[in-house]
């Protein structure tokens, strides 16, 4: 690729990966205590609510804001200021009505809402999340303005700023209830009550923010004339309708995750509502570690769509390979070694973030670890596709995985023997399913096919390295430390150490060997922010 798209591509990336650590900490500052106050059956109610406020939202911002910002990328490669104005005001438009139909569902219908997902104390959650849906699509469109321009600053600045409000509002509200002494369902609400009091805030700040730095104005100049209004929203809609459908596959599979699971629990495997609750709730405390990873692929999906939508432009396919290589090399460097951690320390990690989790916390989470490496790299390629002007190849996978999903995670779950154990394997089969045929895709429509060893091979070996050493340290401190004591705190401290201790050499372990089998070089690091000083300091070549 060229120096400096490359450099603009993964430099936005960079930026936006270090924003998501802040906001992944913030999160965990959140959701932890969070899981702690509501209890498992408390936390079930949260957590589907979740569910059903990201799927409105997902099918209200997730494709739009990555045509805009497509369009935009386009626009701005041809000088076309008066086009990029138009996207902008028509794709508002559009985000605005969308948002407004998902909160009006959301606020008319929280009880039905609720039945129908077999959670109907989640209503008043529902009820209150609801303006969350049209304020964040106000922002989405902001940041697709500014993703269009490869400005990756605005978006990442607005979601610390989110994260930070709904942690301070959010617990506030749900501890104080729960000192007050109020039942887990409100207490629960008031949790959710952050969600909105951030999204208004973040709405706010990238209002301020795009305005104060762009022209955001159509300019006088007779030769610059913009598509009609209708040319660029049908375009919108070619563009992002597709996009939408399979970038927001993980909402519409946790969605149905929530509605089947809690389903077959009660009706098929012999499970009192408390109780599937209760399964539920600790699956969700699982899922909250198994997200993490998936928000470090954000960032790479925010940059490349528009980096390989102006190359593509251009007609510079073996730029756009490039491109799509290195977003895909860098996803596995980051979010395989996560995958490989949460398999082999998954016990540890649930009791240490999550008391009481027990066998089934450790179980769920080594399921979900084995997972999620193939949903981030799933996510990536349902990116890729549609940049290079392939909207439609990604249902393909879509349409099989989700088939799979639903008929492996119906029956097993229905399984007394294998009851929420089949949850995670449901999203397995699907996932597998969904890389597997990307790639087949990828490797018809681009101009080559991509370099799996390069992309995989070197962060695979270096993975199982870093696996072997996190659980052989891990073993070795427990033991050390004596087992099991006899006080809570002590059973605690004789976790957390010993936990920390194995993450600890596995990311040394796991830094050591990719460097050493050149998982990542010195080309690679050219393209980071002071990215070849650090890469002189590593010895990496």
């Known amino acids: 690729m060229s120096e400096k798209k490359g450099q603009n591509f993964l430099h936005g990336a960079a930026i936006y990966t270090v924003g998501i650590v802040l906001v992944k900490i913030l999160g965990a500052v959140y959701k932890i205590p969070l899981g702690n106050i509501l ?10 609510t979740y569910r059903i406020y990201n799927f409105f939202l997902t099918i209200a911002t997730a494709g739009f804001p990555v045509a805009m910002s497509r369009m935009i990328s386009e626009a701005d490669a041809l000088d076309r200021e008066n086009q990029v104005y138009r996207v902008f005001r028509v794709g508002m438009m559009s985000f ?3 948002g407004a139909a998902g909160t009006f569902i959301m606020m008319a219908f929280p009880a039905e809402i609720a039945a129908y997902m077999n959670a109907v104390q989640a209503s008043r959650c529902i009820f209150i999340m609801a303006p969350s849906v ?8 902001y940041r697709g303005y500014a993703q269009g321009h490869s400005d990756m600053i605005p978006t990442t600045v607005s979601q610390v700023i989110e994260t930070g409000v709904k942690v301070l509002v959010g617990l506030a509200c749900a501890g104080w209830l729960y000192k007050a002494g109020y039942s887990m369902e409100i207490c629960a609400a008031g949790a959710i009550f952050g969600t909105t009091v951030s999204s208004l805030a973040a709405m706010v700040y990238m209002q301020v923010k795009v305005h104060r730095k762009y022209d955001v104005k159509p300019r006088r100049d007779a030769s610059d004339i913009p598509d009609p209004d209708k040319k660029i929203f049908w375009d ?3 563009i992002g309708i597709p ?3 399979s970038t927001s596959i993980m909402s519409i599979i946790q969605l149905a995750d929530g509605g089947i699971t809690l389903n077959r629990l009660k009706t098929a495997a012999g499970y009192s509502s408390i109780a599937a609750d209760s399964l539920f709730g600790v699956y969700d405390w699982a899922m909250t570690v198994y997200n993490v990873p998936s928000a470090f692929v954000v960032p790479f999906l925010s940059s490349v769509v528009p980096a390989i939508a102006a190359a593509r432009l251009r007609k510079r396919g073996a730029e756009v390979c490039n491109i799509a290589e290195s977003s895909m090399r860098m996803c596995t460097l980051l979010c395989l070694p996560m995958a490989v951690g949460m398999a082999v320390l998954a016990g540890p990690c649930m009791e240490t973030l999550f008391p009481g989790s027990g066998t089934q916390g450790a179980i769920l989470l080594c399921e979900l670890g084995v997972t999620c490496y193939f949903m981030t790299m799933s996510l990536m390629t349902n ?3 549609p940049a290079n002007g392939n909207e439609r190849l990604p249902l393909v996978g879509i349409v099989l995985g989700g088939i799979v999903k639903v008929v492996v995670t119906y029956v097993l779950v229905g399984n007394p023997s294998i009851n929420i154990y089949g949850a995670p394997l449901g999203t397995l089969c699907c996932y597998i399913v969904m890389l597997t045929v990307n790639l087949i895709n990828m490797a018809r429509h681009m101009d080559r096919p991509m370099n799996l060893w390069r992309i995989f091979g070197r962060s695979a070996i270096s993975c199982a390295v870093m696996g072997v050493a ?6 070795l401190c427990h033991g050390l430390m004596g087992g099991v004591t006899s006080t809570v705190a002590g059973r605690r401290v004789n976790i957390m150490l010993p936990f920390g201790a194995g993450v600890a050499v596995g990311v040394v372990v796991y830094c050591v060997m990719a460097i050493a089998l050149r998982a990542i070089t010195m080309e690679d690091m050219k393209l980071f922010p002071k990215g070849e000083k650090l890469a002189r300091k590593l010895h990496i070549r």
């Open 470 to 475: 996190a659980r052989a340290v891990w073993s």
């Open 383 to 385: 990116s890729i596709l």
């Open 236 to 238: 919108l809609l070619r």
């Open 134 to 141: 049209v304020l964040v699509c106000v922002t989405a469109a």
């Open 39 to 48: 209890g498992k059956a408390g936390y079930a109610q949260f957590g589907i």
């Open 96 to 98: 605005l009505g969308l």
């Open 243 to 245: 996009i939408t459908i």
